[in-house]
């Protein structure tokens, strides 16, 4: 059990010292919680093994309620599954024993220990959810006694380490993307000290903060969705007429003044990611050749996402996606850098209307609903078309 404590220990160091990873649905969270304990410990049990058979017991009266605490930290895989480490100290349990002939025992039993669960988390609002949890322990219980009169007992001290598990209920209210509530109720199986095995019960409520957290996609295939090109009436890019699923027209056949290229955010990047994948640069050398006879002033690449997540989070990614097609269509020669402008919308214009799109944000209708917010506009502005 010393390997799972030390494995423990490491696991909450690493979790809530590790902020600077980038935050989406899969995310690393830390949190503390205060409740109390409610020990099912056998007291008659317990004194009967420390004062032998030549002594009875008259009455035992108990403490079997306590404070407790715990701190934990926690990685989210997904919106369903995340795995959690943690500290938890169930307090201090009393009891006093009197036996006949006349005698008295006093006992303490304090617990405390470490867990590793398994958190599976149903989400029934945007904001609340309901969870189950389960996993192992390495509890330690130190129990101390004293007695009096005729009571002679055994020991005066007793310790016991066991590895064992814990389960548990509850529920989850959001509050923001930085804090969240939580209360739950848990069993703990543990060893009393003694050699006997109890059950200690914990109804407790915990603040959550997730490390940066954006509620974000689930990585999935989606389909493929071709570059375009559309031509514009207006030069007025802040304003641009958006039509969905067209296929591509030949730059040669386009005689507007401008041009708006539409890439679908999934065709250029992984997911959560702004460096442009295999199939990203495939569609980019597609979009040069097409328009490798445009005459163009200037160009605007525009980086726009969902509203799924933080506004500063998605601001920011979107900027980076903008400056990686920027950087692209640059290193092919297929722009020049001193007609380019880059501009990171985030999810400042939503292709979708507000009331499009309900559920919870991250449910895989929702997202799939999303999918035209996400988008690369690029927009091309000239006077003329070259000739072949």
Do not use: W
């Amino acid at each position: 059990m010393i390997t799972l404590k030390i494995s423990c220990v490491i696991c909450i160091i690493s979790l809530c010292s590790n902020q600077v990873c980038a935050q989406n649905i899969d995310h690393f969270y830390g949190g503390v919680g205060v409740g109390e304990a409610s020990s099912k410990i056998d007291y008659n049990k317990m004194s009967q093994n420390l004062i032998g058979s030549n002594v009875s017991i008259v009455n035992v009266g108990t403490n079997q309620q306590d404070a407790s605490y715990k701190i934990f930290g926690g990685f989210q895989f997904n919106t369903y599954l995340g795995l959690e480490a943690g500290y938890f100290n169930l307090g201090a349990f009393k009891f006093n024993t009197n036996t006949n002939p006349a005698g008295l025992i006093n006992g303490d039993v304090k617990i405390d220990g470490f867990n590793i669960d398994l958190v599976g988390t149903l989400p029934i609002t945007s904001k609340f959810s309901i969870l189950g949890r389960g996993g192992l322990i390495d509890a330690r219980t130190r129990d101390t006694f004293s007695s009096s009169g005729s009571a002679v007992i055994a020991t005066n001290n007793a310790q016991s380490k066991k590895g064992d598990y814990s389960a548990g209920f509850g529920a989850v209210y959001k509050f923001s993307d930085f804090v969240s509530a939580r209360a739950e109720l848990e069993r703990y199986r543990i060893n009393d000290g003694l050699g006997y095995k109890a059950n200690v019960n914990l109804a407790s409520l915990s603040l959550i903060f997730p490390f940066g957290k954006t509620a974000a996609k689930p990585e999935k295939n989606i389909e493929h969705i071709d570059t375009y090109v559309q031509p514009v009436s207006s030069v007025n890019l802040e304003e641009p007429t958006m039509i969905t699923a067209l296929p591509t027209v030949p730059a040669k056949a386009i005689i507007s003044d401008q041009l708006r290229i539409t890439f679908a955010a999934e065709v250029l990047f992984g997911f959560d990611r702004s460096n442009i994948t295999v199939k990203g640069r495939h569609a980019l050398d597609k979009f040069a050749k097409e328009v490798k006879n445009i005459d163009y002033s200037f160009a605007t690449i525009e980086g726009n996402t969902d509203r799924i997540g933080t506004k500063r989070y998605n601001d920011k990614l979107s900027l980076r996606r903008a400056e990686a097609v920027k950087k692209y269509l640059i290193s092919i020669n297929a722009i020049q850098p001193s007609k380019i402008v880059v501009i990171g919308k985030g999810n400042s214009k939503p292709a979708t209307d507000s009331n499009d799109c309900k559920g919870v944000d991250t449910s895989p209708a929702v997202i799939a609903c999303l999918q035209p917010d996400r988008r690369v506009d690029l927009d091309l502005s000239g006077t003329q078309l070259n000739s072949k």
